[in-house]
Nanobody, 113 residues
Framework: QVQLVESGGGVVQAGGSLRLSCAAS????????MAWFRQAPGKQRELVAA???????HYADSVKGRFTISRDNAKSTVYLQMNSLKPDDTAVYYC???????WGQGTQVTVSS
């Protein structure tokens, strides 16, 4: 199976930037899609961005133009570069492989106004 560890969360002022990292280990060859999800208190977990093994990307409309998902195959790591952050971006961010229903602890992102 695939093991994922998220990092890079923190507190940032509105308009600021943050880069999240997701390190993958295990059956990495089985990964076809890597994605970032987020969940704010009282809200459903939502897809933020995804990238396929072929490099095709997808973004939620709410983050398009502000967030960028990328990968470093040599490091088996996926990144989420978040720019122009807004208070509404505050959430726990989770990394996910192949849209698996299994989740880790995530990393907290707090955007203050």
């Amino acid at each position: 199976q695939v093991q994922l560890v998220e990092s890079g969360g923190g507190v940032v002022q509105a308009g600021g930037s943050l880069r999240l990292s997701c390190a993958a280990s295990g059956s990495i060859f089985s990964i076809k899609v890597m994605a970032w999800f987020r969940q704010a208190p009282g809200k459903q977990r939502e897809l933020v961005a995804a990238i396929t093994s072929g490099g095709i990307t997808h973004y939620a409309d709410s983050v398009k133009g502000r967030f960028t998902i990328s990968r470093d195959n040599a490091k088996s790591t996926v990144y989420l570069q978040m720019n122009s952050l807004k208070p509404d971006d505050t959430a726990v961010y989770y990394c996910n492989a192949n849209y698996s229903p299994s989740w880790g602890q995530g990393t907290q992102v707090t955007v203050s106004s």
